[in-house]
């Protein structure tokens, strides 16, 4: 066990010949670097184990960014019919390809032709695709209903599964893997949630902050670590800057410090972003106001891309600001920041989205008035509703949720309740699992998690 929390290695600096040579791309040079600071006896214990930590890192950062240019051109064709050289500089220079140098050479993210299609209506039309399921959730039609009839309930009953990649497997190996689970909240009663999972299980009271399902076991041969979870999702209709006040969640606790607090090192409160936040204001005071003012700005400036593990990127809510591009999690985390800036309590919610043959990782926010108490804000969705024109779906996601979620996290960059020995794949969020041995934490390339959707019933 370490005996810093992540937050403080994350937050602790590097070296600046370490930094210089890892923003330059010499990666090479900054792991010589580390394996060479590390061994200066004076080194102070908390850098000792960011050092370590980075070498960690880099390693990651390289297994995330594999294409060459000619390679990344071939990979976009294959995903978009006719795609060009050219067209990947212009998108370069837009600020819309995400890529770093190693060794001198630009290597290009390994989802980058995934996010140009998600930025851009014109290469999604593009898309060389297969046929989706026609018969997923229609979101139009059920905010249509929830809005005629002022709520929703869904009940959902998923099974996981985790396996460690049989290239990644030691025979003999003590393992710890964490399973994300449905924890308590406003819209997913404590007494509606159901567990199954195995004797050995350790599984985390209902209203942990990462809720999870915990095995140790000591594996012989490779097989799956599972849970099978049952929950409703209950949600009310809210439409905040019309309706007369009431409280629509009226069992969930008011605000406390850590709402409106900075939360290190990601929820900051930096100079560049308090100036934002007080731009975005203007001459408004009024909580409901100042965080519909967020929303419609996060919704209407900042793009909607696909991002690499969040522990590879700093400051995530200033990322956003600074680049006006960001994928949900990162959308959400700027409202959060911006909103408590401004004196608006706001925190973190995030979990799966709930279909019929699938699941899908997703992050949004909540935000507390005293008209209306705590309410929801999902960026992500509002924006791409807003990109395409759809203003009364980008309203919606102000206020309300789709009932198509389980919720298990509460609070961004927070511990489990069982903890793991080394940092987690990703220390922000719980959603795909998290894998370590006893000599290791597991990236995600070693491990996967499948969800699939047992019941999915209107109640």
């Known amino acids: 066990m370490s005996?810093?929390?992540?937050?403080?290695?994350?937050?602790?600096?590097?070296?600046?010949?370490?930094?210089?040579?890892?923003?330059?791309?010499?990666?090479?040079?900054?792991?010589?670097?580390?394996?060479?600071?590390?061994?200066?006896?004076?080194?102070?214990?908390?850098?000792?184990?960011?050092?370590?930590?980075e070498r960690i890192l880099i390693k990651r950062a390289l297994r995330r960014y594999p294409y060459d240019r000619q390679r990344a051109i071939e990979v976009a064709r294959g995903r978009i019919e006719g795609f060009t050289g050219e067209e990947l500089d212009a998108y370069e220079l837009n600020g819309d390809v995400d890529y770093i140098y190693v060794n001198g050479e630009k290597r290009y993210l390994s989802s980058f032709a995934g996010a140009l299609i998600k930025m851009h209506p014109a290469l999604e039309k593009r898309k060389i695709s297969s046929p989706e399921p026609d018969d997923g959730v229609d979101l139009e039609r059920y905010i249509s209903e929830i809005k005629r009839e002022k709520s929703a309930a869904w009940r959902f009953k998923i099974k996981s599964s985790l396996r460690i990649e049989d290239e990644c497997f030691e025979p003999g190996a003590l393992y710890t893997v964490h399973i994300p689970v449905p924890a308590a909240c406003a819209q997913q009663p404590e007494d509606e949630i159901s567990i199954k999972a195995d004797a050995d299980a350790l599984i985390a009271p209902p209203d942990a902050m990462h809720r999870a399902v915990c095995y140790r076991r000591r594996l012989e041969k490779n097989a799956p670590f599972e849970v099978e979870f049952s929950f409703t999702s209950r949600h009310q209709y809210v439409s905040p800057m019309s309706d007369e006040a009431r409280i629509v969640y009226p069992n969930v606790p008011a605000p406390c410090a850590d709402d409106l607090s900075e939360q290190l090192p990601h929820i900051c409160f930096t100079p560049f972003l308090k100036a934002l936040a007080r731009q975005i204001a203007g001459e408004e005071t009024r909580p409901l106001y100042l965080a519909k003012r967020v929303y419609d700005y996060v919704t209407s400036h900042v793009r909607y891309s696909f991002m690499r593990s969040y522990i590879l990127i700093d400051r995530h809510?200033?990322?956003?600001?600074?680049?006006?591009?960001?994928?949900?999690?990162?959308?959400?985390?700027?409202?959060?920041?911006?909103?408590?800036?401004?004196?608006?309590?706001?925190?973190?919610?995030?979990?799966?989205?709930?279909?019929?043959?699938?699941?899908?990782?997703?992050?949004?926010?909540?935000?507390?008035?005293?008209?209306?108490?705590?309410?929801?804000?999902?960026p992500s969705y509002g924006g791409g509703a807003y990109r395409r024109g759809n203003f009364e779906k980008r309203e919606f996601y102000f206020g309300n949720l789709d009932p198509f979620r389980m919720i298990a996290n509460r609070r961004y960059f927070s511990d489990f309740d069982e903890p793991k020995r080394f940092v987690r794949c990703d220390p922000c969020d719980s959603q795909d699992g998290e894998v370590e041995s006893e000599k290791e934490g597991l990236d995600s390339n070693c491990y996967d998690k499948t969800d699939t959707t047992l019941e999915f019933i209107r109640l």
């Open 3 to 53: 005996d810093f929390s992540c937050t403080e290695l994350l937050s602790c600096p590097l070296p600046e010949d370490i930094l210089r040579a890892k923003i330059s791309g010499d990666l090479d040079w900054a792991l010589r670097l580390i394996d060479a600071r590390l061994t200066n006896e004076l080194l102070p214990a908390l850098m000792k184990e960011r050092l370590e930590l």
């Open 317 to 378: 809510a200033e990322y956003a600001a600074a680049n006006l591009k960001g994928d949900c999690g990162i959308q959400a985390i700027l409202f959060i920041t911006l909103c408590r800036i401004l004196g608006v309590p706001a925190r973190w919610q995030s979990g799966l989205t709930v279909d019929k043959f699938s699941t899908g990782d997703h992050d949004w926010a909540q935000f507390w008035t005293e008209e209306f108490g705590w309410l929801f804000a999902d």
